[in-house]
């Protein structure tokens, strides 16, 4: 510890730090407009001068390191005149359009200029003039009043990894732009908003529709990535306008992915707003002329009664086998923890058999999720290998920081310890690329490979693994298979971190885990047609699939066999979903109060903006109200329909409201969201454990009992639209396309 003392008062601060932030420690707030605290120092604004005693001149704060006996003053008649010099040459070319920009109300330079400035300038030449760049579909740039705080260049370039954003130019001409025109091609561009602390950067979406002091903040999560970021969502009367960062350290610290920030649009466009059922032909007379107009399997719109009907009809004329048998189930990647419960006792009520699920297999909390916590793992990790790893922006920049960031500097002598086994693509920094097979596993396992040098040579070690398609067992066993080789023969002696886990790629597989449920895991093997003599015939096709949120297939069965009885909740019309029979409206994640486990397991939830349009509900009481409908024994207590005229399925607050004569066999126990995180809490107690990062299991290092069996197949991905969220967004349609946009999945009959 050194002492310096800072207007006046003694203080005792850490060698090391800056002038800046020793003041910051004590609560004395310096003026700036370069300085981030996770960017590089700059140090061109000079917005930040301080006075030091024996210096001839006021210095940069922000670049200059304390030492021992310093003096500063902050305060002085000195730095209030470098001040407001500083602040006068800063809007001397600045355009006067503050009631027009965007950034007004939220603006660094307004706010420093009402403190710092002065009331009057000396400027009275004509003001220079920025052409304007085209950096995407996101950014709206007006480069007149840009004042080369270089923040946005730094960010690119350190934290997105895309460094194409430069200055070219001296003095009056120098710009910040792209070397080529190119625009900003990176899924953390619009971070750059934030960071500008003028208006030569605001959002092109956002632009021209609301004022910042008009909108109210709603704190929520990024449920379309398994980081589980933390986001502010800004709305007016129920609209939302906007979704920002919110800061957290322990998971995004205050970054968020394009997909999230600008799919806000997509709130509004081809939702589900009332039940559709198919019907073989219906007629429909026009108010105005009387004629009858017929649509020929169409999806007509209905009323809850009349859907569930339809759904309850073909569970009990199931022939040849069943029910329980012939049901299969679909999951979408935005799928929350109170859906799936809902769901998972539905089906057990109803008979499925889930045990062929892979959850079975995974004993431990280590087996689906990341084992440690993201800040700590990116502070640690000195060497991190990625199979068949899926695209996470935020993850990459967790995995630049700490010591895993300082080797793999440009400039670096130190050889890079990140590695790849896959598909070779953009990691948006250095690493190295081990092959795209199972083969360069063996080589691993045969210690062929010179990253077995490393894994006995480093002491914080992670293997990631990621798979498209299901989390098939053969890959829990091979992930315990390269545990127990790399820990036992490969890398003896004591390690302090070693981390072998999965990476999903959607929350709702990490939440399907947590409450033992998996995308489309009915047990094949209770699936059998017998002949009228009671022998078997063989496994038997599905007649019903569940389809939560998840786009359903087109039938490629054999010729002439039947589609299944498609049912859909969800709350877009995305993908073919013109191939559901039933169509049920459920609620977005702005729409409710839900819950996600993110890559760590940690606990998290969404929270209630507006309510759901129309006849749309919330999903886990959708299901509700369809159990108390369902009697598939003819029990004489089970509950019954409304009759027409009765009243809604629906009560007031959206509660579920079914009648029985008595409990029906099939009734679920929630009337509430206490009771259903009662339900929770019961399966699995992390999940009202909110926010905090639950104790992890530690890695089981156990012989393997199957082969080595790993099929890592093409990753194929398109930009942005990953859910039906973002497929319905324009912006982000946008954005993927390259500039075409196309709307419109199938007409709805009004």
């Known amino acids: 510890m050194i002492n310096i003392i800072i207007d006046g008062k003694e203080l005792r601060a850490k060698p090391g730090l800056t002038i800046l932030q020793a003041c910051a420690s004590i609560g004395i707030t310096i003026p700036r407009f370069c300085y981030h605290e996770r960017l590089s120092i700059a140090g061109n604004c000079r917005m930040c001068l301080v006075e030091i005693a024996k210096s001839p001149k006021p210095v940069a704060s922000c670049a200059l390191q304390i030492d021992n006996g310093m003096i500063i003053k902050t305060n002085s008649d000195l730095v209030k005149k470098a001040r407001e010099g500083v602040m006068e040459l800063l809007l001397a070319n600045h355009p006067l359009d503050c009631p027009i920009c965007d950034q007004g109300g939220e603006c660094d330079l307004q706010d420093q200029t009402m403190v710092y400035g002065s009331d009057r300038g000396r400027f009275k030449e004509d003001k220079r003039v920025v052409e304007d760049k085209n950096l995407g579909p996101f950014i709206k740039t007006i480069m007149t009043r840009c004042i080369h705080c ?99 350290e322990e998971i995004n610290e205050e970054w968020i992915t394009d997909k999230i920030r600008f799919l806000y649009d997509s709130f509004y466009k081809q939702r589900l707003n009332k039940p559709l059922i198919r019907s073989s032909r219906r007629g429909e007379t026009s108010e105005a002329t009387g004629a009858k107009r017929l649509y020929n399997r169409c999806l007509a719109p209905t009323n809850w009664q009349n859907a569930f009907e339809v759904i309850t009809t073909k569970l ?146 992670a293997i990631l693994f990621a798979f498209n398609g299901p989390f098939v067992q053969r890959a829990i066993d091979s992930l315990k298979h390269l545990t127990y080789w790399i820990g036992k023969d490969r890398c003896p002696g004591p390690r302090r971190t070693f981390i072998v886990a999965p990476i999903h790629q959607t929350m709702s597989k990490i939440n399907g885990s947590e409450i033992g449920l998996e995308d489309g895991r009915a047990d094949p093997s209770s699936r059998t047609e017998t002949r009228k003599n009671g022998s078997p015939l063989g496994p038997c096709s599905t007649q019903i699939v569940f389809n939560l949120g998840n786009e ?132 699995s107690p992390h999940l009202l454990d909110l926010g905090r990062l639950p104790q992890q299991d530690p890695v089981l290092l156990q012989k393997p009992f199957r082969p080595l069996k790993i099929q890592l197949r093409p990753f194929k991905r398109v930009a942005y639209l990953t859910d039906p969220l973002t497929q319905n967004s324009k912006n982000l349609c946008l954005a993927a396309t390259a500039g075409t946009f196309k709307l419109g999945m199938f007409p709805l009959v009004s």
Request: hydrophobic letters at 40%; glycine letters at 10%; aromatic letters at 6%.
């Open 552 to 683: 359903i297939k087109k039938n490629g069965g054999k010729e002439g066999e039947v589609a299944p009885f498609n049912i859909y909740l969800g709350h877009h019309g995305s993908g073919q979903i013109n191939l559901a029979d039933v169509i049920l409206p459920g609620a977005t994640f702005i729409e409710k109060n839900s819950t996600y486990l993110n890559i760590e397991g940690r606990t998290q939830e969404t929270r209630l903006v507006n309510l759901p349009p129309d006849l749309a509900r919330e999903d886990w009481k959708i299901l509700k109200a369809l159990s108390g409908l369902i009697d598939l024994q003819g029990n004489e207590h089970a509950p019954r329909l409304y009759k027409k005229g009765e009243g809604p399925l629906f009560g007031e607050g959206n509660e579920p409201r079914v009648t029985t004569a008595s409990s029906g066999p099939l009734s679920l126990p929630f009337s509430s969201k206490s009771m259903l995180s009662s339900r929770g809490f019961a399966v």
């Open 316 to 461: 009990k004329g199931i022939p040849g086998a069943s029910e329980a048998q012939l049901i299969d189930f679909k999951i979408g990647p935005l799928v929350e923890v109170e859906q799936l419960l809902v769901f998972k006792d539905l089906l057990t009520k109803l008979g499925v058999s889930i045990k062929g699920s892979i959850v079975n297999s995974l004993d431990f909390r280590s087996d689906f999720t990341l084992g440690c916590g993201l800040k700590n793992a990116s502070l640690e990790l000195s060497t991190v290998l990625l199979i068949g790893a899926a695209d996470i922006p935020l993850l990459n920049v967790r995995l630049k920081k700490g010591p895993i960031g300082v080797h793999n500097e440009p400039l670096a002598s130190t050889a890079p310890s990140l590695f790849l086994i896959g598909n070779y693509r953009d990691l948006t920094q250095p690493f190295k690329h081990l092959g795209n097979g199972p083969k360069s596993i063996f080589k691993i396992l045969q210690g062929k490979d010179p990253f077995c040098r490393l894994l006995i040579k480093e002491n914080n070690v």
């Open 150 to 248: 270089t923040r946005c260049i730094r960010f690119a370039s350190e934290i997105a990894g895309v460094p194409l954003l430069g200055l070219t130019g001296r003095g009056g001409s120098m710009e910040v732009g792209t070397y080529v025109e190119k625009t900003l091609d990176s899924e953390l561009s619009g971070n750059v908003i934030d960071l500008c602390p003028v208006g030569a950067l605001t959002s092109k979406p956002f632009a021209f529709t609301a004022r910042n002091w008009e909108l109210r903040s709603v704190n929520s999560i990024d449920v379309t990535d398994p980081m589980g970021s933390n986001i502010r969502i800004d709305h007016r009367g129920g609209k939302v306008f906007r979704i920002i960062p919110r800061l957290n």
